[in-house]
């Protein structure tokens, strides 16, 4: 079994500035990958970035970086530069061996302020 | 690569009549798709697990004879909401797995979605 937990609502950001969003799992399975999708008003599910739980380094996609604490179950989202197009629902994903299935957090909503 | 294509986009019906959503991988097979039903705000909740070829797995508190699922290809998965009441009006999204590459069906590769509407 899985649980994602988002602990943060909605989080705003100025344009050019840095944010990061929270997310904490637990799982059971040994061998499992955790995600950041984007879900833009189109609603559009659009994968961000994904990190292997079997690698130490933190995954990063240009101005999309992760802070992978895999003792502590956490796995944060940096964005660097945040531009207006960022502005979307972020959803915190987790998937295991378990039939493919993904278990998604509560989302969390980001306001991009020009 | 990795496209998950919807039809319709968005269907308005009337309450008492069914209607069928079509999830389609469209550049690799699929043996095992998913069903999401997702309200405005919150997160994509798992309906059920369509797997190609067999009986679909539902999630506890999903009606199967309401939403009925049918896996007959590798590429084509369709949701079909039986009687469906305004209650049902929801954004359904479909994904798919490619256990073709990497990272080997860990991933799932998402639809555009289907806004059902029931009047």
């Known amino acids: 079994a899985q649980t994602v937990t988002q602990s943060q609502p909605e989080m705003s950001v100025q344009e050019a500035e840095t944010v990061t969003l929270s997310c904490t799992y637990d799982?059971?399975?040994?061998?499992?990958?955790l995600f950041w999708y984007k879900q833009p008003p189109s609603r559009q599910m659009i994968l961000v970035i994904r990190q292997e739980a079997y690698k130490q380094q933190n995954a990063t996609e240009n101005r999309f970086s992760v802070n992978f604490q895999k003792a502590a179950k956490s796995f944060s989202l940096k964005i660097s530069d945040s531009q207006l197009g960022d502005a979307a629902m972020y959803f915190c994903?987790?998937?295991?061996?378990?039939?493919?299935?993904?278990?998604f957090g509560q989302g969390t909503i980001l306001t991009v302020h020009p | 690569g990795a496209v998950v294509s919807q039809h319709p986009s968005w269907v308005i019906c009337k309450s008492g009549t069914s209607v069928k959503i079509e999830c389609r991988s469209l550049d690799f097979q699929a043996t095992t798709m998913f069903w999401y039903r997702q309200f405005p705000k919150q997160s994509l909740m798992l309906m059920a697990t369509?797997?190609?070829?067999?009986?679909?797995?539902?999630e506890q508190g999903v009606e199967k004879d309401k939403f009925l699922i049918n896996h007959a290809s590798l590429t084509l998965s369709t949701l079909t909401v039986t009687s469906a009441h305004p209650e049902d009006s929801s954004f359904y999204i479909c994904s798919a797995r490619d256990q073709s590459r990497p990272p080997y069906g860990y991933e799932q590769y998402f639809g555009p979605g289907t806004r059902l509407t029931v009047t």
């Open positions: 994903a987790a998937g295991g061996t378990s039939y493919g299935k993904l278990t």
């Open positions: 799982t059971s399975e040994s061998d499992y990958y």
């Open positions: 369509s797997n190609e070829g067999s009986k679909a797995t539902y």
